[in-house]
């Protein structure tokens, strides 16, 4: 099985009739349980994206899923699966080993106060370092390196950071890039990018 990921920028064109019509009962009923119309459209894109990776993965079989005790879905037989939203970004991932990945809008956390972000998740050393550093693109690199090594491993990120050798280990098995106005981390294997699938091409 091939190891990939693939990021979206949603532009408000797509079919998203098509698209829900294309996932799995599964994920229609997990974008029919969102409240808000954004979450809506963040889960129908992220799933699309995630169900189509893993089919050119070469993935063949019934999309049911199991969920680990934090929520994070796998497909019995050792596939791995990822997914991150940010609106209008959403990004997914597949591989054959333990896999993170997180993207954030630049425009939406400096709109909610990444400051406030970075105080609340870093706590108030290491948070006030950030904000006071005034850098908000950096501390995204940081945030998202966290967040996707977070769920690699499949804790969370409050206990992640408990861990003093967190940053070397992440550093060792992801990469992070800032694609237009987003940043993303993927934390695996040495995942392909994928194109856009068919319906979002």
Not at 3 to 8: A, E, S, V
Not at 16 to 30: G, V
Request: hydrophobic share 40%.
């Amino acid at each position: 099985m091939s190891d990939l990921f693939c990021i979206y920028e949603i532009k408000g064109t797509e079919d998203e009739e098509a698209l829900f019509q294309a996932i799995s009962p599964d994920r229609q009923a997990h974008v029919l349980a969102a409240s808000a119309e954004t979450v809506r459209r963040e889960r129908l894109f992220s799933s699309y994206l995630c169900e189509a990776l893993l089919r050119e993965a070469g993935y063949a079989g019934a999309l049911y899923y199991s969920y680990t005790k934090r929520g994070k879905p796998y497909i019995e037989g050792g596939l791995y699966l990822s997914i991150s939203h940010s609106f209008p970004f959403v990004a997914a991932a597949v591989a054959g080993e333990p896999v993170g990945i997180d993207i954030e809008c630049l425009d939406e956390v400096k709109r909610k106060g990444w400051k406030a972000v970075a105080r609340s998740r870093f706590g108030s050393v290491r948070g006030e370092e950030w904000a006071q550093k005034g850098d908000f693109v950096s501390f995204l690199s940081y945030f998202t390196r966290a967040e996707a090594f977070a769920k690699r491993s499949d804790i969370p990120l409050a206990e992640l950071l408990t861990n003093e050798k967190w940053e070397e280990e992440a550093a060792a098995v992801s990469i992070t890039k800032r694609a237009g106005g987003s940043i993303y981390t993927v934390a695996g294997p040495a995942l392909r990018e994928s194109s856009p699938p068919t319906l979002l091409s």
